[in-house]
């Protein structure tokens, strides 16, 4: 194939307001950022699938034209104050590279001859303008939030000043990002506020490992290399022993990856099939209604709860309903599909291995399954789910009717009486009930919603939103009410109404009608990307704090949820690999309006680790719990800003004022309070 140029034309601007811009290349499960930089092509390497590229991070006045689409050879030019969106249908596997001339004002993109080596980026540090602080004792001016004689406090030096004219005098601690946090001394406790929300994301395999002797359940192996795609061994008895760590973080909510029994056996990883890949993750479900027994068993999660419900933290999980888990070797022959010929594949199908000698990767497996057999209405059958096999409905291209990633797409919008497949029902240890006049979405959200009833979770963090029908959705959280409102009578308890955030791919801080069909919040995708310059200089956050809060000022009900790090995306640290870049994120990140996801070990810089030709493995590493003295620092200063966030829920619900706006004066530091009800507090950055 003769290879084909694509070529963006970037709109005239004045040369001096031109900022490189960013390309995020996004699918529709995950997504990543990449600089562009004109003195270096960006390679990476891109696997068959449809893309969506948004160029954002030009300045000045030029707007794109009426063309939504890439075609070769063909200039498209691009908005420089607001994002552009291109689809990208990349038909062939391979490398590829962006490179982009700033004086040209072009963005080539061009399939490249050579594998890449490297598919790491270190982006630079954000050419910003910012505060300078050149020591000494700063003046904060306070507005009218205090009065005159009021004490405050300072979160981190302790130090106790008093309100005079209208402003307080002091010097800021070192090494903590030029901040300073402003409290009364005579605060009162405030009650929980969802919209002030903490929200620690535990991958629950990567983060600690409490009991060795299930790791390898199921028959489950190691692939004695990198462990890209295996079991690691983290259970819940491992977050048990960590739950008061979790709490020194300012959480409010844990929010576990999916614990349910998952696909016993592998897939191939990454498009070479270069890894053995498990379901550690969690979103590969094979029964819905018990434990995987990598993770635990019914008393662990018991236990977790009662815990941390202790610690006043409240325990989410994480609801997946849009599909299960793909068919393997080892699920085939445990519920006796009739579809591989296992006459050269050893007794315990999931042993096979594939032979280096003979060219076999990770996904020659599918040479022994017969993708035509008719037997494969054993498995969940056509009525259960849509998906390339023989007597099932084929995908679609809607949101609704597509299969992520080759995934089998439950059928939830189908009104037809199902009984569950013959399989499950015989499942070891299932929960599983075949009942009269149920629908698939009947199933799903019983089987979601009896763990409320059983546990007493607090909410869900649900997956893949736009996947489904609203209506599910609003059924799903009607039940999971009902069903806690059921336990806490049982238990004599009582709390907060059953929480919902849900992931929108791609979602911003705003109120769309995804967040009517049952939510109380919705995942805000955008602030990772605008925390490069926050990290840089923390007064660049105020146009995103000014955005986000007017936003949910005017929302009363709505609450976004931001995050600096995910599993979808990116690891933070991974950007800059700064210790400095990561602390000031987490002043970013932590003081944001509306509530806030922090992903396990961003407070203490866990960085990306192996993750073959699939970088989003990269992302799941194990979490770091031996620290050196760099992150015993970043440590103890997540957790002073984490745990003035909890004790004042106006950081995430309140007003958002600006009471000195950004100067390069030293006697004029950025200053904003937040203000919710009577909790007040201060925020005042003096510069680098």
Known sequence: MKLKTVTLALCAIIPSAFAAPNLTIATTTNSRDYPLDSQNPLVIPLTKDDYTLTVTGLEGSCKAGETSSIKFNTPVALNCAGATTLPLKIRFTGDYAFSYDDKAQTLTFV??????????FKR?????????????EVTVKVGDTFTNGTQLRDAFSGKVVTVKQGAVSLTPQANNGGLILLEPVEAKPQPFNYRNANIYFVMVDRFNNGDTSNDNSYGRKKDGKDEVGTFHGGDLKGVIEKLDYIKSLGTDAIWLSPIVEQI?????????????FYGYHGYWTRDFTKIDENFGVDEDLKTLVEEAHKRGIKILLDAVI????????ADLQIDKINVVNGSQLPAKWADWAPSSSAGENWHSFHQFIDYNSNNWKDWWGGDWVRTGLPGYPKPGSGDITMTLAGLPDFRTESAEFVKPPKWLLENAGTRV???DNFTVSDYLIEWQSDWVKRFGIDGYRVDTVKHVEGEVWKRLKQAASDNLNQWRKAHGKQGEPFWMMGEVWGHGAYRSPYFDDGFDALINFDVQKKMDKGATCFSQMESVYQANAKTLQQEADFNAVSYMSSHDTELFFSRFKSFEMQRNAANALLLNPGAVQVYYGDEVARDLGPY???????????MVWKLDAEREALLEHWQ???????????IGA??????????????SPYVFSRTLGEDKVIVAFVGK
């Open 322 to 329: 849009n599909h299960s888990g793909y068919a393997t070797l």
């Open 264 to 276: 016993h056996g592998f897939v191939g990883g990454g498009e070479s099939g270069s890894f053995p």
């Open 124 to 136: 630079p540090i954000p050419d910003v303008t910012c505060e300078k602080y050149s020591g000494g």
């Open 654 to 667: 309140g007003k958002h004022q600006v009471i000195t706006q950004a100067s390069s004066k030293q006697d």
């Open 433 to 435: 009930k075949a009942q």
């Open 111 to 120: 399939r490249q001859a050579k594998k890449t080596v490297n598919s790491e």
């Open 640 to 650: 002073t800003v984490g745990q003035f966030r909890q004790r004042h829920p106006a």
């Open 612 to 622: 073959a030709d699939d970088f989003h493995q990269g992302t799941r590493s194990d």
